[in-house]
Nanobody
Framework: QVQLQESGPGLVKPSQTLSLTCTVSGGSITTNIYYWSWIRQPPGKGLEWMGAIASDGSTYYNPSLKSRTAISRDTSLNRFTLQLSSVTPEDTAVYYC?????????WGKGTLVTVSS
């Protein structure tokens, strides 16, 4: 069964960098992934796509977050990371990792990250 799991600190201080890791497992999915992405959902708000890295290594970011966002991928292809710099309380959200494979996408359960001093 395909599984994605987000991990990282649940609390980040303002002005610091939020760092999360997503681990992907299940069958042969890692060799069939064509994109790795991050999506977040602030409390009471809708989903917000943050960015992605494609199988060729190209990165794509939400213009509203581009200047602060970096997505990278492990050489094993089963782990990838999100870094969001200069965070503020407005960045408090549930963060989800997501991958595309087999003509569909797969989601992690999400992890809440709170930005607070």
């Amino acid at each position: 069964q395909v599984q994605l799991q987000e991990s990282g600190p649940g609390l980040v201080k303002p002005s610091q960098t939020l760092s999360l890791t997503c681990t992907v497992s299940g069958g042969s999915i890692t060799t069939n992934i064509y994109y790795w992405s991050w999506i977040r959902q602030p409390p009471g708000k809708g989903l917000e796509w943050m960015g992605a890295i494609a199988s060729d290594g190209s990165t794509y970011y939400n213009p509203s977050l581009k200047s602060r966002t970096a997505i990278s991928r492990d050489t094993s292809l089963n782990r990838f990371t999100l870094q969001l710099s200069s965070v503020t309380p407005e960045d408090t959200a549930v963060y989800y990792c997501n991958v595309g494979a087999y003509g569909r996408d797969f989601w992690g359960k999400g992890t809440l990250v709170t930005v607070s001093s």
